[in-house]
C-alpha cells in the first residue's frame, strides 16, 4: 500500500487524537490580539477555515502564498492552513527591507501577501494581488464555516519555499516537497526525543527552515506549542518557569542572551535536568557548551544542517559512552557538527567539501534550473562547508562559500559588497566573518576608498539597503586588498589573521 505523506499528517493526528489538548498559547503582547490559548481542535478549525478562505479568492493549488510575520498562531496555524490543502506557504525574514520581501514575493510568484500588523506599510510597497494585516482581517482570513475543498495529496509536491541567502547577491528560493518537510520533522522528532510530554517554546524564527521542522513534529505528538515574539534572555528563563518549558531551539546568539540572564536570575535558573536546548547556525565555544551544562543544568544537542536540507544533517548529543569523560571533554565532543541523521549518507569530496545525500534533501531551487543543477551534481547535495569525518562524526572545519553566519542568520557576503560598493567612495570591499563570541561570527568590511568617509558612514550607508542584521558590525580601511593574479580576492587569507588559533575557519 502507498499513502503520500503530507504535512496535514501532522495536524489530522492531533486534531483525532489530542483534540481537547491545549495546543499552542500566543504571544500575549503583540499589535494584534493574541489568539490566547487553542486546543488541538481549534487549531485544525481555524486551518480548514484559512484553507477555505483561500478556496473563495480563487487561489488554486500550487499556489504561493508568502506570509512576513514575527512568532504567532496565527504564522503557526498558517503552515497548516496553506500547505495542509496543497498550496505553496513562503514564510519569509521579517527583518528584510521591503525591497528584499518584494524581490520574493516577486520571485515566488506569490499570489497572497499576508503580514504582520507592525508591518503593514510593506502592503504600500509590495505589490501583490491579494493582502492581508494579520490579526486586522481575521474575519478574511478565519471566518469561512464552510468546508475547503479536498484537494488529491502529493507528497512530491512542493509545500514550502523557503529564501536563503547563499554565495550570489539575490536570494535563492529552496523548494521543499511534503515528503521532505515530513522525513525531516519524523527523524529529527525522534532522535530530539519529542514525546506528548513536551512543552516547545518557539525561539527560533518560524521562518527559518520552517522552525526547523518543529512545528510539524510537536503538533504531531501533541505537545504544547509557545509562542514568544522578542528574544530576550530574561523573558526567555520567565516563560520557561511560567510553563514548564521542556525543550527550545536557538542559535548561539540566543544562547548567549540566556546564559547572560541567567547570571542575573533570581533563585534556581528554570528548567534544571529538564530543559534541553537544540542548537545550530554555528558551533558554540566548548566553554559556552560546558556553561549551558553547568550554569544552567540543561542538556545541550547540536546539529548541523541547512535551509536546502530541511534542516537536519547530523546530530551531536550525549551517549552512554561518554559518560566518564571529564566535563570539558564531554563538551568538546557536542561541539562538533554530530553524526548522521538517520537517513542521512555524508561523505567529503577531493577537495574537503561536505557532500549530502536524503529523503530531505531539497526537491530544487525555484526557478533556477542552473543552480539545482549545481547544487545537486551526482545527486549529492553540495553543501559548500569543508569538515572531516572520523569515527562516524563530522566536524566543519570551513566554509567553502562565501556566506557568513550570525546570529544563526545567513548573511551573503557579495550582497554586502554590492551594498558598499554603491557608496562613491568606495573603490574595492571585501565583507568576511570573524570569531565573536555573541554572534559566532560578526559582519566585517575590509573596505579601500577614494575620498572621505568614516566607518559610520558606511554602516548607515548599508542599512538603508539591508536588513540590519546583515550590516557590517566592523569596518576597517586598507590599502590593498589580496587578489589572485585574475583578480580573485582571496578571501581565505583575509580571513587568516582574525582565525589565528582557532582550530576551524568558522565560529
Known sequence: MFFPLTIRDFLDRATTVYPDRVAVVDEPDQPAASWGTLTYAELGLRARRQAAALDRLGVPAAARVAVVSQNSARLLASFFGVCGWGRVLVPVNFRLTSAEIGYIVNHSGAEVLMVDPALRSLLDEVDCKHTFVLGEDDDRIWADASDPRPWEADETATATINYTSGTTARPKGVQMTHRNLWVNASVFGWQASVDDRDVYLHTLPLFHVNGWGHPFAVTGMGGRHIMIRQIDGTEILRRIEEHGVTYLCAAPAVVATILDAAESWEGEVPGRDRVRVIVAGAPPPTRTIERVRRDLGWEFIQIYGLTETAPLLTMSRMRAEWAELDPTEQARLLGRAGAPALGVRLMTDDDGEVLARSNHNLDGYWDNPEATAEALAGNWFHTGDGGTIQDGYLTIADRKKDVIITGGENVSSIEVEDALMSHP????????????????????????????????????????????????????????????????????KLREPFWEGHDRQVH
Open 425 to 492: 567612495a568606495v573603490r574595492e570591499a571585501a565583507v568576511i566573518g570573524i570569531p565573536d563570541e555573541k554572534w559566532g561570527e560578526l559582519v566585517t568590511a575590509l573596505v579601500v576608498i577614494d575620498g572621505e568617509v568614516s566607518p559610520e558612514e558606511l554602516i548607515a550607508h548599508c542599512r538603508a539597503r539591508l536588513a540590519g542584521y546583515k550590516c557590517p558590525k566592523r569596518v576597517e580601511f586598507r590599502r590593498e586588498l589580496v587578489r589572485t593574479a585574475t583578480g580573485k580576492l582571496q578571501k581565505f
